[in-house]
């Protein structure tokens, strides 16, 4: 179980772009972080995964402090997937997937490390792109990449930062619904922003709403993406129906 305890967070100019932030991720859990732009959803996803370091508070797995990981342990507990990026090293794809069983490699790859990574890339629909160049694939493809090296990693805790921001519908749906699926079947813990609410409501088993640096709501997507809650968030107006046991969230003009 991942435990956030009262994190707050500032960069340098001593703004607070978290406040007193607290929740906790069980183990197979996937909870989505929603809230405009700017509200410190990629901030709280990089003091999770120890890219940057908040000023207060304690971040628990297990009920160990992560402060106290090394980078080793570190990543074989989380991975990160950053927002899509057109920074990247040119390598294959087959060998950027394989960069996931780093943390668990002496100095070669095992069999049994080429066999995880040929049934992920499989899994994952990159049989066709396995030996091009990351450089000659479109973004969203890429992205994909970047998703099958988080897998490879098999930590505990993936943390997306907006997935499917830059993949068609059926690859939106493809991904969340291969990552859902492996959580569901207790692998691992999911901690993704999404700026699509009606996504968020069909793969997330809980939401946290910010707003102005703090958690406006928390809790069961069904419970909190309610028109009140939205409108308030966005500064929308939306109209929020129940369909097929998931909210639908309308914009409207
Ligand atoms: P979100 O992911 O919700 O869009 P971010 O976490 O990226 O929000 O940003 C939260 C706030 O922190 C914003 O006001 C943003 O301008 C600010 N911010 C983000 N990165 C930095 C940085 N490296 N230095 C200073 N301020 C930053």
Redesign the pocket.
């Known amino acids: 179980m991942l435990e956030i305890n009262s994190l707050h967070f500032s960069?340098?100019?001593g703004?607070p772009?978290?406040t007193d932030i607290s929740f906790k991720v069980k183990k197979g859990e996937i909870l989505g972080?929603v809230?405009?732009?700017?509200?410190?959803?990629?901030?709280?996803?990089?003091t999770i995964n120890k890219l940057l370091i908040p000023q207060e508070g304690k971040i628990l797995f297990d009920g160990k402090d992560i402060a106290e990981l090394s980078i080793k342990e570190n990543a074989q507990l989380m991975a990160y997937v950053p927002q899509y990026s057109s920074s990247f090293f040119p390598m294959k794809v087959i060998d950027c997937v394989m960069m996931g069983r780093v943390p668990y490699s002496q100095r070669k790859y095992t069999k049994r490390d080429k066999e995880l990574v040929f049934s992920i890339i499989e899994e994952t629909n990159l049989v066709e792109f396995a030996f091009r160049n990351i450089k000659e694939i479109s973004g969203g493809e890429r992205q994909l990449v970047y998703i099958a090296r988080a897998m490879a990693q098999q930590p505990k805790i993936i943390i997306l930062?907006e997935p499917t921001s830059s993949l068609d519908l059926k690859n939106q749906l493809f991904i969340l619904n291969t990552i859902s699926n492996m959580a569901r079947d207790g692998e691992y813990s999911i901690l993704m922003?999404l700026h699509d609410l009606n996504l968020a409501s069909m793969f997330c088993d809980k939401l946290l709403m910010?707003k102005n640096?703090r958690i406006f709501a928390y809790g069961d997507p069904q419970d909190i993406l309610t028109q009140e809650n939205v409108d308030i968030i966005y500064g929308v107006r939306t109209s929020v129906t129940t369909e097929d046991g998931y909210k639908h969230i309308r914009l409207l003009k």
Not at 35 to 46: A, H, I, Q, V
């Open positions: 960069y340098k100019n703004h772009v978290l972080i809230g405009p732009n700017g509200t410190g959803k990629t901030t709280l996803l990089k930062d922003t910010l640096s």
